[in-house]
């Protein structure tokens, strides 16, 4: 500066008195001091500190410049609009000049300007004491400042350290933001700011309050991706240099000096955000938003620069240590006691975020180590590591198994070094683990069962390790939930019977503490799952829920559930205190008893009920029956509005988890948001979810009748409907396969044991009953939710559904396959469409799958189904498929309003990747399978005319499946194959549910199948085929016979034999369908075709075989019914037509059934009056001549029955006696006589062989009133007049000597009376015959059967067979027909009969001849143990000396 400049600054100063000049102060200044060495630059440090402190530059500049010129002033350097027209040049040259005037550099001076400048720039809007953003018009005048600053720095005239100073001497001043603009605008840098501070704690303390300001103040504000981009280089800045592992980079600053910084400042934003959320922040709160915003950091693409070194990583690990390690005030014991309020779902979402955060930087393997080092090395805060488990292992599902592992490490290190630290980490850990439900851990019962309840767990190593084990338990007992004691309890460890005691003295400390908190384990109930770790549900709660099941179970079995009978013995007070009064809560009865009302009566009739209790709840329920309706409204009302509070927030867990799904790659964010709709459906269903592992048991629903109660349905429905809306929300921004986890994550949450029957019976009832009337979005919906169900079906319980459904569990890909029905046109067009959306989701969504993957997501028979019904009704289907026919799914086209379903179908049937998918072999619709579903339409509601199904049935059958290879489930152009093949499904479907309209009252009739008959029409088209055909065999009958036969009787080897009644109805059942099949085809099959060139017999041998060996043990008596007994004549009478000789093959025929099968002969007696007409009218229609001599003998003999009963003498009986015998008992069967003393007088002069085989034929009378009472009342005659019968016939025989024991011991051999008679009664009489012997032990003539030297023999038997019959329970139907009627009580009682059996013989042992005991050796050996006192006598008798006998009287006659 000049001095005349100086001078005119000074005279322009002010008015008072005259100031000496600035040369004048200046060189006094000099005189005053001596110049040296230094002295110039001491000068130059004088001025910048005299400028510094300086309060106003513009002024001293105006001094400078002096007033009547026109200068360059610092406000033109900020304002934009004062310099607009000045270049960054001028500004510094002009800068340059006024620092040499002044003598100091210009750096200096132009640091001082910059830092005034942002000063006023950062005061201009008022006090920035709260906040850290700048307004619009301050950021504006910074970045023209900026650029001068930058200009400066360019060409040297800027000093970045004297700007830090400056700008540290106005921190208080200073916003965040300023300081974030001269970064990156390279003017000064984060890190030369804060280092050029020398008190580092100030510095931290500003960085700190900074930040809180800035994540409060982000979320409001209108610059958020300012402060965003603000705060992600902040954070960048500080991992980068406090978790560096370098420390040699940093220049110019202490080594430790940043890196301490930084980190101080990472640990102090960390610390504040765990003691807010420990201190309970409000939501909203400005210590809510800090949190928030500051755990957004620990987002992954903050660190997206930083991905090539670790400090991000370093980062992560030291956040999540601190974590864990925060505070540790809790003890072990506190941890017992309260970690079942730190799962999941009760964590701070703001914890369990950040959680999932730092999990995204570490492998699960990496976070499952750091968890245990940090648990070795350090004390810690249980409620933080137990809530990072619950993390873990919800929102990693890979980590599961990591942490079994880890669990088994610690119980074997526990028990290896008795580490009790070690142990409790393991049961911890274990505990907060299955608190989130089995989909993700197995429960705590089912854990602590596998890890102790055998003998390869750690605890049996030795004694000490069990002393270790109990010691460790008994510790546990003060402070642990009642569910781990009753777990312990009732699955203990397995104990050495010599360490027994250690379990004891457990066990009766486990219950004194359940004593204690009032938890007994007698009132625990029936179907209680113990592996729930949550509250102990109360007793009066459970019962109600043990009802429920209770009542469930015998809907479906009909009998008492075994859980209750075991109850009423075994665990006496709960049955009686808690769940009989839920069973008998007072109501008003309906007038039909439903099952809640059959089981009571059932319970009753057991003695399971007090009388006392069952009066009382009769009289209640009366009561309740006169009360006024109107008083149950408002329980009514009262529940609805109970039943609305826990659904709120349930729905707005899924509006969450809606919102979460938009982002396919959040797969933590999906699995927090699905956790907490897991939690949140157990307050919805009323109780908490049971955590139990449910692949152990079966889920039982009624498909008929499916039920649900109003709060479970409510809970079912708006988990479906949020799935069906997510769904579609999902597909109209992406494919199925890009849509993320949240589908299979929510499916998951709803396989819960307690949810998932409830989400069954929903499906089925929508699927099955109201399938024609859901929308497009619902069945696009519930097919997906199908998909992803029978994607987990490995892990999910069977399912066991009442009538229709065969009788083993279905899993639930099957179950969905049987809820689609094809019986009417709207079923038929609901299947095509669900089947389409399943398929055509399941290709979209696993199609970078491997091909069996894909496989083994769809249900084969779900397949199998869409290819029926898009065979069945689009014709354009069945003809061969273009090879350009390579459409892809039609998935996305059916997420549209209007999309067209059949042309979808259509689509998705020329899908490449679907036809390449049919050639599975799973996956083959074969000929059986498409008679099954073509079996279930029915004709009357059928989608096709009777002409269009005609057309597609033999279409199916003769051009796509009899072609086809049997490999690919043809018939390999056999035809015998496809009848075989469709008369075995016939009789399959007959006998299941489905064709009988779901009806429980169908008889086995023709009339009562619906839905089978245009089937069954198509195979007597082709039986007729195979018998005109050019196959046909004229000349001879085929060697292996005919097809039918074949089938009848490998499907009878495979039922299980036996006697007893379900063995019994089983074949009953398959034999009424072998006679429907038979009756329905020609009756040439029955007799077979006659060989051509000789007059032999057809044969009948396959025929005659079913006969004798099973229609016989289901005939009524000793005959055929009338049906197939015209039929089989039919059949005669056709084979006659094609003979040469009618007369001669009719008489071959029936004179082989003589020998064969008499039970032929003996129906055509009993059916004589309806048969001969029929007989005689076709042999003169179609013969012409008289009927052949075999026909003739059926008709004497019926004659010779019909002459016994008038008052006439009796016509000559015909042979052989058996066929005489027999049509004259028929011939007493219909006339009702009730004696037959004069008959049998009649036959005074016929031989005494017809007597005996009359007798024969009354036994069976006598048998078959016991056993069928009511089967035939028009021929059969009532048990006393039956007995009656055999007692005339018996005394007859008696009077006449002739003997009739023989018909006691028939045998096949030896070609006697036993090849006849035994081929004419059911096995179970011939069995009964012991009965029947005993019966008319009254109309025995002591006397004289006692002189028989076979009698003792045949006595004995029957005995000793009767008591095998009533030890092996085969007189129980007598026992139970002779309870039915006052008048036969006694007469059928087997017990009696026993009784009276055992004295009869023990007084007529001692009268019988020596003689009669030859035999009775061997029947003693083979029942030694029947009867010890008949044996006695038996030896007794048989070793008396010769002159036993002497005493006797004499034999005269």
């Excluded at 000049?21 to 000068?43: C, D, H, N, S």
């Excluded at 931290?204 to 300012?226: G, H, K, Q, T």
């Excluded at 869409?866 to 003809?879: G, M």
């Excluded at 008038?1206 to 015998?1221: F, K, N, R, V």
Aim: aromatic residues 8%; glycine residues 6%.
């Amino acid at each position: 500066m000049s001095d005349s400049q100086v001078e005119g600054a000074a005279s322009t100063s002010g008015l008072g008195s005259r100031k000496r000049r600035w040369t004048e102060l200046l060189a006094g200044r000099v005189k005053r001091q001596m110049y040296g060495p230094g002295t110039e630059q001491k000068l130059q440090e004088s001025a910048v500190h005299l400028l510094r402190r300086h309060l106003n530059l513009n002024d001293l500049l105006l001094e400078v410049e002096g007033a009547p010129r026109k200068t360059l002033c610092v406000n033109q350097l900020i304002d934009p609009e004062a310099c607009t027209n000045l270049s960054s040049s001028l500004i510094g040259s002009a800068l340059r000049n006024q620092a040499s005037r002044l003598g100091v550099p210009v750096a200096v001076l132009s640091s001082r300007l910059v830092a005034s400048s942002i000063t006023q720039i950062c005061v201009s809007d008022g006090e920035p004491s709260h906040r850290v953003l700048l307004s619009a018009e301050q950021r504006k005048k910074l970045s023209s400042l900026l650029e001068v600053a930058q200009y400066l720095l360019a060409h040297s005239m800027f000093s970045r350290f004297s700007l830090c100073q400056e700008l540290w001497e106005v921190q208080g001043s200073l916003l965040l933001e300023v300081v974030w603009q001269l970064h990156i605008q390279n003017v000064v840098s984060f890190q030369e700011l804060l280092e050029s501070h020398a008190d580092t704690q100030a510095t931290v303390a500003w960085l700190f309050r900074n930040l809180c300001l800035l994540c409060e103040e982000m979320e409001a504000s209108p610059y958020n991706d300012i402060a965003s981009a603000m705060l992600s280089d902040l954070v960048q800045m500080f991992v980068l240099r406090g978790f560096q592992k370098n420390s040699d980079l940093r220049r110019n600053v202490e080594p430790e000096q940043m890196g301490q910084l930084a980190f101080v400042v990472l640990q102090r934003m960390l610390i504040f955000a765990l003691e807010a959320l420990a201190a309970g922040m409000q939501d909203g709160s400005p210590q809510h938003k800090v949190v928030k915003c500051w755990f957004g950091v620990f987002c992954g693409h903050t660190y997206d620069r930083m991905i090539s070194t670790d400090c991000p990583k370093r980062f992560f690990s030291h956040t999540l240590t601190q974590v864990l390690t925060h505070k540790p005030v809790l003890r072990v014991s506190d941890a017992v006691q309260m970690q079942k309020e730190w799962s999941f779902a009760k964590t701070h979402p703001l914890l369990t975020g950040l959680y999932r955060r730092l999990f995204t930087m570490l492998s699960p393997e990496e976070l499952v180590g750091h968890l245990q080092e940090v648990l070795e090395t350090h004390e810690v805060n249980w409620q933080h590591v137990l809530s990072c488990v619950s993390t873990l292992v919800i929102c990693l599902p890979e980590a599961q198994q990591l942490v079994k592992d880890w669990v088994a490490r610690l119980l074997a290190r526990a028990f290896e070094n008795c580490d009790l630290d070690s142990m409790v980490t393991a049961f911890l850990v274990v505990r907060q683990a299955a608190l989130e439900g089995p989909s993700v851990f197995p429960s705590y019962a089912d854990w602590f069962q596998a890890s102790f309840g055998s003998s390869r767990g750690s605890h049996c190593c030795s004694k000490k390790t069990l002393v270790f084990l109990f010691k460790f338990l008994s510790d546990l007992v003060p402070f642990e939930a009642p569910r781990y004691m009753q777990a312990h309890i009732l699955h203990p460890p397995l104990v050495p019977s010599k360490y027994r005691s250690l379990l004891t003295d457990y066990v009766t400390l486990a219950k004194t503490r359940l004593a204690d908190l009032k938890v007994s384990l007698e009132n625990m109930g029936l179907y209680e799952d113990l592996s729930s770790a949550r509250d102990v549900t109360e007793p009066h709660s459970q019962a109600h829920q043990d009802v429920e099941k209770a009542i469930a179970v015998f809907e479906h079995t009909g009998r008492i559930p075994s859980a209750v009978m075991e109850a009423s013995i075994f665990r006496r007070p709960y049955y009686t205190a808690h769940f009989l009064p839920a069973l008998l809560t007072p109501r008003v009865l309906p007038k039909t008893p439903d099952p809640r009302a059959a089981l009571i009566e059932s319970l009753r009739r057991a003695d399971k009920i007090p009388p006392s209790l069952y009066s009382a709840y009769c009289q209640a329920c009366s009561a309740a029956e006169e009360k006024k309706p109107e008083s149950a409204a408002p329980g009514m009302k009262v529940e609805a509005v109970r039943a609305e509070g826990p659904l709120g927030p349930l729905a707005a867990a899924l509006r969450e988890l809606r919102a979460a799904m938009t982002d396919p790659t959040q797969y933590d964010v999906v699995a927090a948001r699905v956790a907490v709709v897991s939690e949140r459906l157990g307050a919805a269903l009323g109780r908490a979810e049971e955590d139990g592992s449910s692949g152990g048991s079966q889920i039982q629903l009624s498909v008929l009748t499916p039920g649900l109660e109003q709060q479970e349905r409510e809970v079912a429905d708006l988990l479906l409907t949020c799935f069906c809306q997510n769904l579609i929300v999902a597909s109209s921004f992406a494919s199925p396969d890009r849509q993320g986890p949240w589908a299979s994550r929510l499916v998951t949450a709803m396989c819960g044991r307690r949810l998932l029957p409830v989400v069954l019976t929903r499906l089925c009832q929508l699927l099955r009953h109201q399938g024609p009337s859901l929308s497009a979005s619902h069945v696009l919906g519930l097919a997906a939710l199908v998909v992803h169900l029978a994607e987990s079906r490995s892990v999910l319980p069977e399912v066991r559904v009442g009538l229709p459904a065969p009788a083993e569990g279905l899993s639930v890909a099957e179950f969905f396959s049987s809820l689609l029905t094809f019986r009417t046109s709207e079923t038929s067009l609901f299947c095509l469409k669900f089947c389409t959306a399943v398929i055509s989701y399941s290709l979209c969504k696993y199609s970078s799958l491997s091909r069996d993957t894909l496989c083994s997501c769809l249900s084969p028979a779900l397949v199998k189904k869409f290819q029926f019904i898009i065979l069945r009704l689009f014709p354009e289907a069945r003809d061969p498929l273009c090879p350009e026919d390579t459409a892809d799914p039609p998935w996305r086209p059916l997420c549209r309003p209007s999309a067209d379903w059949q042309q979808a179908a259509l689509c998705l049937w020329k899908q490449r990747t679907f036809q390449e998918l049919l050639k599975e072999k799973e996956f083959h619709l074969t000929y059986r399978d498409w008679l099954r579903l073509e079996l279930e339409i029915q004709p009357e509601v059928d989608c096709l005319s009777d002409t269009e199904r005609w057309d597609f049935q033999q279409w199916a059958i003769h051009e796509y499946f009899l072609p086809k290879p049997s490999a690919a489930g043809g018939c390999d152009g056999d035809l015998q194959v496809a009848c075989a093949v469709l008369v075995d499904v016939l009789i399959d479907f007959r006998q299941s549910s489905k064709s009988y309209n779901y009806s429980e009252n169908s008889d086995l009739v023709l009339s009562g199948c619906s839905g089978n008959r245009d089937i069954f029409s198509r195979l007597q088209e082709m039986a007729a085929g195979l018998e005109q055909g050019p196959g046909a065999p004229h000349s001879c009958s085929p060697p292996q016979g005919h097809f039918l036969f074949g089938v009848f009787r490998r499907r009878l080897q495979a039922l299980a034999s036996g006697w007893d009644a379900a063995a019994r109805l089983q074949r009953q059942r398959e034999l009424l369908a072998y006679k429907w099949i038979l009756l329905g085809l020609p009756p040439s099959i029955v007799v077979g075709r006659p060989q051509a060139g000789r007059p032999a017999a057809p044969d009948c041998t396959e025929f005659f075989h079913l006969v004798n060996s099973e229609l016989r043990n289901f005939s009524h008596g000793s005959a055929l019914t009338h049906d197939l007994t015209v039929h089989f004549f039919r059949g005669l009478l056709s084979a006659c037509s094609q003979s040469g000789d009618p007369s001669l093959t009719a008489d071959l025929v029936l004179t082989a059934c003589q020998t064969e099968c008499p039970l032929v002969l003996t129906s055509a007696l009993l059916w004589w009056p309806r048969l001969e007409p029929e007989l005689r009218s076709r042999w003169r229609r179609c013969l012409q001549g008289p009927l052949p001599q075999e026909l003739q003998r059926l008709w004497e003999a019926q004659r010779f029955g019909r002459s016994c009963l008038l008052p006439d003498a009796a016509s000559p009986a015909p042979g052989p006696a058996w066929l005489s015998a027999a049509a004259l008992y028929f011939e007493i069967q219909r006339a009702g006589k009730d004696s037959v003393k004069s008959q049998l007088e009649r036959l005074g002069c016929q031989g005494e062989e017809l007597v005996v085989f009359l007798f024969f034929f009354s036994l069976m009378g006598l048998l078959s009133s016991h056993l069928t009472p009511h089967g035939r009342p028009r021929q059969a005659v009532d048990t006393p007049k039956a007995l009656d019968i055999c007692a005339e016939i018996l005394g007859c025989l008696e009077k006449r000597r002739v003997s009739w024991l023989v018909l006691f011991q028939l045998t096949e051999t030896g070609g006697g009376l036993g090849h006849v008679l035994l081929r004419l009664a059911p096995d179970q009489y011939v069995r009964l015959l012991p009965f029947a012997f005993y019966s008319l032990l009254s109309y025995f003539d002591e006397d004289a059967v006692t002189r028989e030297d076979a009698f003792l023999h045949v006595a004995v038997d029957m005995y000793l067979k009767l008591i095998r019959l009533f030890v092996a329970g085969e007189t129980s139907a007598l026992s139970t027909v002779a309870s039915r009627s006052r008048e036969r009580r006694g007469q059928g009682d087997p017990v009696g009969l026993i009784t009276e059996a055992r004295r009869f013989l023990l007084r007529s042992i001692p009268r019988c001849p020596k003689e009669s005991f030859s035999n009775v050796a061997e029947l003693l050996a083979t029942s030694a143990d029947c009867d010890p006192d008949v044996r006695a006598a038996l030896l007794s008798r048989r070793q008396a000396g010769p002159d036993a006998d002497l005493y006797r009287e004499p034999r005269l006659f």
